[in-house]
Nanobody
């Protein structure tokens, strides 16, 4: 059973920095297309960032968010800086076969083989 477990969410102010973690005990992150998505109630889930052979970002977070991974600890990270109120959402990590990262389509496809449960990020102005 593949389990992805997010942590690190919380309530912050605009301009703050927050780093999310996703534990992947059954996966070695570098062997998969790994990504972060976010969901706001009433809106479609949005792909935020993905990583395999390179990194991919949604235009709304480019220059502010950084995705990374550590195989030794089996953890995926999302460092979010200069946070804005519109970044408020539940953030979910996901994993799928490496080929799905090509061209960044993992973000637009909005489907994945494995999903975490999510962690809430709230940014106040």
């Amino acid at each position: 059973h593949v389990q992805l477990v997010e942590s690190g969410g919380g309530s912050v102010e605009a301009g703050d920095t927050l780093t999310l973690s996703c534990a992947t005990p059954a996966l070695t992150p570098s062997g998969y297309c790994m990504g972060w998505f976010r969901q706001v109630p009433g809106k479609e889930r949005e792909g935020v960032a993905a990583i395999f052979d390179r990194t991919y970002y949604a235009d709304s977070v480019k220059g502010r968010f950084t995705i990374s991974q550590d195989d030794a600890s089996k953890t995926l990270f999302l460092r979010m800086s200069n946070l804005r109120p519109e970044d408020t959402a539940e953030y979910v990590c996901a994993a799928d076969s490496p080929g799905w990262c090509a061209g960044g389509r993992f973000l637009s496809r909005n489907l994945a083989r494995y999903w975490g449960q999510g962690t809430q990020v709230t940014v106040s102005s």
